[in-house]
C-alpha cells in the first residue's frame, strides 16, 4: 500500500481527488493484483452480512452460548418503538444495531470482523444507521467500508488490533475510529474531516480495558459496542461541524498502542483483574465453568 | 506490515464469538486437513494456553473441529461440528494444557490420523483470524496460510531446491514466500512454498516426478 499513515492517506486521496474510501480501494486492488470489480464485489459481500446480523439481532431474541447476554438489542428496539428514547434518530439506531450484531456474534452466528469479533458491532452499526438516515447508495456504503479498513489498516500496522495486546481499547477503539472516518465520509466529509472523526472517537476511548467476565466476547463487550458506536456518531457529527482533534491522528493512534503495552497484563484479556473480578463476575465466571464441565 | 490487505481488517466473514478463538481456530482445522489431504479417523487435539482457558466459551473447539471437516472459518454448520464428525465416524479427543507453557497462548497441536498414516501439526492464532503453522511433523516452520501453499517433503540434499523450483517456473507460477527446515543436514527435510498462482494437478505432478520418494501436499486458502 502507498500509505502508512493516516496523514498519508488523507494525502493521498487528495492528491488523486478522491474520497479515502475509493483510494483504499485502488490501493487493494493494486497492491494484491486482484481485479476492481473482484474486490468491490468481496467487500459488498461483507455489507450483507453485516446487514443479515442487525437484522438477525433486533428481530430476534438472540441468546448467547453461555446464556449471559442476549435480548437486549430487541428491547432496545421496541422502547425505541415507544418514543420515549432519549437518544433519538441515528444515535439510537447505531446503538441499536450494534447492539444486536454483537449479540449474534456472541452466540455464533455470522458476523464480519471489524476489526475483531469482539467489536464487530460498532462499524456495522454506525454504517447502517447513518446510510438508512441519509438514504445513502449501496456503492457509498460500499465505498465507507474501505474507508474504515484503511483507518484499521494504519492502526493494526502501526499498533494493535488486539485486546490481547493493547486492551480494549486497541478493540472498540479501533473499530468507533474506523466508523467515526467511515461515515464522515458518507456525510460527504472530506478526507481530512474523517481523520479527524477518527482522531476524536479514538481519543475518548483511550486507556480501555480488555476485562471480560468468565473469559467470553460478552461482558462488557456486547455493552462496549453499542457505547462505541454512540462514540463514534459524536466524534463524526463532531468533525462535520469542522471541529479538529488538537492531537493529530496518527499520534493518537501511538498514544493507544503506548498505553495498551503500559497496561498490565490483568487487564489486558485475561479476565484477572476489572470487571472480570468483581463479585458477580467471580460467581459467574464459577457458574460458567461448572456449565462447562457437565 | 503484519496485515497486507483491508480484507484482513474488515473481516474475514465468521461465525462468532472471536476471531482469535474462533475463526483463527477454524482455519488451523483446515489448514491441517488440507495437509493430511482427507477425512480423518481420528483427531487428537491439544490446546494451550488462553485456548486452553477458554475453549468451550469461544466454541474453539467446535471450530476446530470444524475446520477439521472443511468447513470454513464463515460456515454456520461449525456449531454442530462434532455432530458431523460423528456422522462421518471421526473419533475426536481433546486435551488441554492451562498452565504456563512456551507455546503461544493461542496455541493448538493437532495430530490426525487413520489406518494409512498421520499428521501433526502446531498452529497459533495470532489475532484478527489469522494464523501461523509453526510446526508440521516436528520441523519448525513459519507458514500464514493466506496463499496456496506447496509442502514437499524431501531428503536434504544438494539440487533438490533448484530441481522443484525450475518445475514451478516451467508452469509460470511465482514464489512469494519460501522456507526450507530440515532435521539435520542430509536427512529429511520440508521445502514450504507460497506461491502468487494456483497450482494445477499437471505442476504437482510434475513436482513427484522429480522424485517418486517426495511426499507432497498443498495448501489452499
Known amino acids: 500500500m502507498k500509505y502508512r499513515t493516516v496523514a498519508e492517506l488523507v494525502k493521498l486521496a487528495q492528491e488523486e481527488g478522491l474520497s479515502i474510501g475509493q483510494t483504499v480501494m485502488n490501493q487493494e486492488s493494486q497492491t494484491t493484483g486482484r481485479p476492481r470489480e473482484e474486490v468491490l464485489s468481496n467487500m459488498e459481500k461483507s455489507l450483507r452480512v453485516m446487514e443479515q446480523a442487525v437484522e438477525k439481532g433486533i428481530n430476534e431474541e438472540v441468546v448467547s452460548r453461555s446464556g449471559l447476554t442476549g435480548g437486549d438489542a430487541k428491547r432496545l428496539r421496541d422502547y425505541a418503538k415507544s418514543g420515549q428514547s432519549l437518544s433519538k434518530g441515528v444515535v439510537l439506531d447505531a446503538v441499536n444495531y450494534a447492539l444486536a ?22 462499524l456495522p452499526g454506525c454504517l447502517l444507521a447513518v446510510g438508512k438516515h441519509l438514504g445513502s447508495k449501496r456503492e457509498n456504503m460500499v465505498n465507507a467500508l474501505f474507508n474504515a479498513g484503511g483507518i484499521g489498516f494504519v492502526i493494526a500496522n502501526n499498533a494493535t488490533i488486539s485486546g490481547a495486546a493493547g486492551g480494549c481499547q486497541a478493540e472498540i477503539g479501533a473499530a468507533a475510529a474506523m466508523a467515526a472516518s467511515a461515515v464522515v465520509e458518507l456525510a460527504g466529509g472530506t478526507p481530512e474531516q474523517c481523520s479527524q472523526g477518527a482522531a476524536i472517537a479514538l481519543k475518548n476511548l483511550l486507556g480501555l480495558a480488555c476485562d471480560p467476565v468468565a473469559g467470553l466476547v460478552e461482558v462488557p463487550c456486547v455493552k462496549r459496542n453499542s457505547m462505541g458506536a454512540a462514540v463514534a456518531i459524536v466524534a463524526a457529527d463532531m468533525a462535520l461541524a ?11 493512534i501511538e498514544a493507544m498502542y503506548k498505553i495498551g503495552t503500559m497496561l498490565p497484563s490483568c487487564l489486558r484479556e485475561t479476565s484477572l483483574a476489572g470487571l472480570a473480578i468483581t463479585p458477580t463476575g467471580e460467581e459467574l465466571n464459577q457458574k460458567v465453568h461448572n456449565l462447562n464441565k457437565e | 506490515m503484519r496485515y497486507n490487505s483491508i480484507f484482513d481488517i474488515i473481516g474475514p466473514v465468521m461465525v462468532g464469538p472471536s476471531s482469535s478463538h474462533t475463526a483463527g481456530a477454524a482455519r488451523i482445522g483446515k489448514t491441517t486437513r488440507n495437509i493430511f489431504g482427507r477425512v480423518p479417523t481420528r483427531a487428537e487435539i491439544t490446546l494451550y494456553g488462553s485456548f486452553a482457558q477458554t475453549y468451550r466459551g469461544h466454541g474453539t473447539d467446535l471450530a476446530l ?46 495430530c490426525l490420523s487413520d489406518s494409512k498414516g498421520s499428521l501433526e501439526v502446531v498452529g497459533i492464532s495470532v489475532g484478527g483470524g489469522k494464523i501461523t503453522i509453526t510446526e508440521i511433523e516436528g520441523f519448525k516452520i513459519s507458514l500464514s496460510g493466506d496463499s496456496p501453499t506447496l509442502l514437499v517433503f524431501h531428503h536434504d540434499r544438494f539440487g533438490a531446491i533448484a530441481k522443484v523450483a525450475q518445475v514451478l517456473a516451467c508452469n509460470e507460477i511465482n514464489i512469494g514466500h519460501m522456507e526450507v527446515a ?40
Open chain 1, 242 to 252: 469542522g471541529i479538529t482533534s488538537v492531537i493529530p491522528c496518527d499520534e493518537v
Open chain 2, 182 to 221: 530440515r532435521r539435520s543436514r542430509g536427512d529429511q527435510a520440508l521445502m514450504v512454498i507460497e506461491t502468487d498462482q494456483d497450482l494445477t494437478n499437471e505442476t504437482i505432478k510434475a513436482v513427484k516426478r522429480i522424485d517418486p520418494e517426495y511426499r507432497i501436499a498443498l495448501i489452499i486458502p
Open chain 1, 101 to 122: 450484531t454483537s449479540e449474534v456474534n456472541a452466540s455464533m452466528g455470522l458476523i464480519v470482523a471489524t476489526p475483531t469479533a469482539g467489536s464487530s458491532g460498532v
Open chain 2, 65 to 110: 473441529v470444524g475446520g477439521i471437516l472443511n468447513l470454513n472459518a464463515n460456515d454456520e454448520n461449525i456449531v454442530r461440528s462434532f455432530q458431523i464428525a460423528k456422522d462421518f465416524g471421526v473419533e475426536i479427543i481433546f486435551k488441554t494444557v492451562a498452565e504456563e507453557s512456551d507455546y503461544h497462548p493461542n496455541t493448538a497441536r493437532v
